[in-house]
Structure formats: structure tokens, C-alpha cells
């Protein structure tokens, strides 16, 4: 069922993402209401009709603005489970489902799924103790990254390993929590894949970016991705066949290494609209956040064929602090509208294109 224009569309979640999503869903004549515990400053507040000011733990609150929604959705993945639900013991629809949302933040939990999918993924380990730490080190080390189970995204929540490190230190820093042990690998590059999938099944698949990090953070995405048609092609295939596994609705990331011999290796998926993605509304007929308001409202797919080359630069902590004038002269500027430029702080992006 396709939800008529001038529907209302809730957004659990109040960061700079709900804000893409509601500007989007305006341009298709839906109202947008955003709940979140980030008050009326917050990127997503500023830009949707209403705003609940509530913590997801809020369950009269989660359950009053499931009631103002013709249907709802995500745009952070560690909004808790039960936020997600309480919407739907409300009587109201939420997409992608809350199934996406717990397999996404549990990192074993997402491996083990990955897998089963038949979706490679990278060396790694479970770790719930110090002992499980050396064993794992042992086993897949000297390089490897300690991360928590739950959690931790953009570098947060993580401890790099290597020969010499010390294990008992590092098992304190990252607060004697469950966890994951990854081993590195020798990959040529990072890229990451997009799809989108509809109320009625069908997908539309972004061309893979090549995605540059530092220190955890993502830098730079840029399409087309410097890999054969081959693995372009396998890498959208492998996140066509995650959405069919987990029977999402909406637009989700699937990312992944890109082995020197051509394999891929799953790093990690995102049941929402992704960083790697913020090329797409300038480079291709319909951008991810568009399509993502089509898929959760039941409406047709658009075109996502690529119709420019393209580059995102994301402006993090006091990048964003340059003259407004010097910034526009960089390219298609967004910005999140967040008060406080912090460093590792994401504040807005820069998307340059060029002639195919």
C-alpha cells in the first residue's frame, strides 16, 4: 500500500541524516515529524514539521508520535530496539524493521548473519574476556582491531593492535566490554555499496564509491570506484541479496574491502542512508534520501544510474569553520546546521561532479 501525498512520515532519530531525509520528503509533498533526545536544536528538528524532544526509553512519548505517523522510520542505527517496537505496538508501520536494527547493532551478531548470507567478511573473533583477547591475538594477529560488540561508530569504540601490543591495557581502554577481534587485511581499497529496496521488492543499486578514512572516519567517497565491472557488479549483487535476507524496506549500505586478488570481504552494513552516499543526489537522478522516502512510503524506485563522475568531501570538526564563500567555491555545499564544531565532528559535505 503506497501512501498518498501530503502523508506523514516519522523519523526515529534527530541527526544530520533525519534532516536529508526531511528535506527529501518534502520535495515529494510528504510531512515529516522527527523524535529524538536532541531537542529543537537538532539538525532534524530544524527542518521537520514537529519534533518529539523525548529519549528512546520514552515509551508515552515513542507511542504519541507513532499515533501523529502514517509510517515511520530510521535514520541512526543504534536507536534502541524497542523504540522500533513500541511504533509498531502503536498500530503504526516502521520500516526497515526492527530485525535490521538489532542484527546491525551487535557486531558478532552481524557477522554471523553476513555469513550465512554466503557474505565474506574479514578474520575475527569473539572477545568477552582478556583471555579471549590473547587467544584471539594468537590466532589472527600481531595486526588486528579490538572493537565492542555494541556501539562505537567513526573511530569510537575501537583499540588498533600490533605486534608488542599490550593486551591487559588494551582490554581496559575499550572498557573490559564484549567484543570483536578483527584481523586486518591486505586490501587494495574500500568501497561500499548502496541499494534500495521497495514495499513490493524491487531494488535500485547505487554504482560502488571508493571510500577514503582516517582515523575511522570517513574522508572522501568518490564514483566510479576504480574496480572492475566485475566486482561492481558482485558488490551490488551482495547487497541486493542482504536487503532480500533481512526483508528490508528502505535504502541500507553494504561496505566492503576490496582484496588485492578482486575478493571482497564485508566490513560492515548500515540499515539507513549512508555517508558513502551523500554523492548521489548530485551525481544520479534520484539521491539515496529520495529513494529511501519512496521505498518506506511504498512508492516507485527511481533511477540511480550514474549521470556524473563524482567526489563527497566530508567537513569534520573545524573544516567546516572556513569562509562560507571559500566552501560554495568547493562545490554543492550541505551543512547540518549543528551549533558546536567539535574535532572528528561531522558538520557538512562538499559534492564535486564533472562530465562522465
Known sequence: MSLPCGA??????????????????????FRTVSFGPGGEHSPAAQVTG?????????????????????????????????AAEAVIAAGTPFHPGPNALSVAQD????KRFLEEAGILCAPWRLVDSLADLEAAHAALGPDAILKTRR???????????????DLAAA????????????????????????VARGTD??????????????????????????ISVETEQRAQALAVRLAEQLDYIGVLALEFFVMQDGRL????FAPRVHNSGHW???????????????????????????????????????????PVADLLSRGSLTLYGKREIRPGRKMGHLVRIRPL
Not at 55 to 76: H, I, R, S
Not at 265 to 268: G, I, P, S, Y
Not at 305 to 319: D, Q, T, V
Open 201 to 226: 521488492g524491487g531494488v535500485a543499486v547505487y554504482p560502488p564509491s571508493q571510500n577514503l578514512h582516517e582515523g575511522g572516519i570517513l574522508r572522501r567517497s568518490m564514483v566510479p570506484a576504480p
Open 151 to 165: 556501539e562505537g561508530y567513526d573511530g569510537k569504540g575501537q583499540v588498533r593492535l600490533s605486534a608488542g601490543s
Open 107 to 110: 557486531r558478532a551478531m552481524e
Open 171 to 194: 582490554w581496559r581502554e575499550i572498557g573490559e566490554r564484549a567484543c570483536v577481534l578483527e584481523g586486518f587485511v591486505d586490501f587494495a581499497l574500500e568501497t561500499s555499496a548502496i
Open 265 to 268: 570481504l564485508a566490513n560492515e
Open 50 to 82: 514537529r519534533h518529539f524532544a523525548a529519549g528512546y526509553e520514552d515509551v508515552a512519548a515513542l507511542k504519541a508520535f507513532a499515533e501523529t505517523c502514517d509510517t515511520v522510520t530510521v535514520e541512526f542505527e543504534n536507536v534502541p530496539v524497542s
Open 280 to 322: 548521489t543526489p548530485e551525481a544520479c537522478a534520484t539521491g539515496q534520501f529520495e529513494n529511501h522516502i519512496r521505498a518506506v512510503a511504498g512508492w516507485p524506485l527511481g533511477e540511480t544510474a550514474l549521470l556524473y563522475n563524482a567526489e563527497m568531501e566530508n567537513l569534520i570538526g573545524e573544516a567546516a569553520g572556513a
Open 8 to 29: 506523514t512520515i516519522g523519523i526515529l532519530g534527530d541527526g544530520q541524516l533525519g534532516r536529508m531525509l526531511a528535506s527529501a520528503a518534502a520535495r515529494l509533498g
